[in-house]
């Protein structure tokens, strides 16, 4: 089954790396149901602005469906930060990511669309384990300090700004967050779905994609 996903960052960003390597994850945990996902994203957007994903994502998840022959399509993107004068919305967002399908006759029954309420990384400082090794990789032969547990990780405010300050404990005050070569290696080290499915985004993402609750 090919899964289309379409994302607010840029090519081969740190956003899709991590998707990708999740999805695999969920096609390795259950190869008992033969899931068989394969994995295809276009990003349209960028981290400062997400009307360009609004605008643009209409003729990508026609694109996707018609062309590349995709099953079904979740269109990502966070709530938060926001870069506009007013408060986000997710319900606004939501309309106008439905207007520019609907005027693309897209069909809505094979679109879903998945909010993080802050950033991705959210996903990432739900599974403190996944954090805690990727850093040891780094501090050898070192140890580790304590990595704060997070039961609520859609609630964390700023979650890209917490993981620098967990950097900059672990490795100097120097050493920040790197999204771009970090996201995907704290991933890398996520063993299971016992402790990110305590986010409610990935939650949603992992059902659009297999179609299992976790």
């Known amino acids: 089954m090919k899964i289309g996903c379409i994302f ?3 090519k081969d960003g740190p956003d899709i790396q991590v998707c990708r390597y999740l999805v695999d994850k969920l096609n390795s945990v259950y190869n008992n149901l033969n899931l068989n996902i ?18 643009n994502c209409g003729p990508a998840a026609k694109k996707m469906l018609e062309i590349d022959r995709c099953e079904k399509v979740i269109i990502l993107w ?3 930060p926001n870069h506009k004068e007013e408060k986000p919305c997710r319900r606004q967002d939501r309309e106008k990511i439905l207007d520019k399908l609907n005027a693309q006759g897209v069909d809505l029954n ?18 403190h384990r996944a954090v805690e090794n990727m850093i040891a990789e780094l501090k050898h032969p070192h140890s580790v300090g304590k990595i704060p547990k997070c039961k609520k990780p859609d609630s964390v405010n700023k979650p890209k700004t917490r993981l620098t300050k967990i950097f900059n404990q672990e490795l100097g005050k120097h ?3 790197i999204d771009y070569q970090d996201a995907i290696k704290i ?9 990110i499915k305590n986010s409610e985004s990935f939650r949603r993402f992992a059902l659009k994609v297999t179609g299992i609750t976790l």
Not at 43 to 54: A, C, E, P, Q, V
Not at 190 to 195: C, E, G, S, V, Y
């Open 8 to 10: 607010e960052c840029g």
């Open 38 to 55: 394969e994995f295809k994203s276009i990003s349209i957007g960028n981290k400062t602005n997400k009307d360009i994903l609004f605008e």
């Open 78 to 80: 966070d709530l938060y």
């Open 110 to 127: 094979r679109v879903s669309l998945v909010c993080i309420c802050q950033e991705f990384e959210a996903w990432l400082l739900a599974d």
């Open 175 to 177: 050493r920040r967050y």
């Open 187 to 195: 991933a890398q080290n996520i063993t299971d779905f016992n402790k």
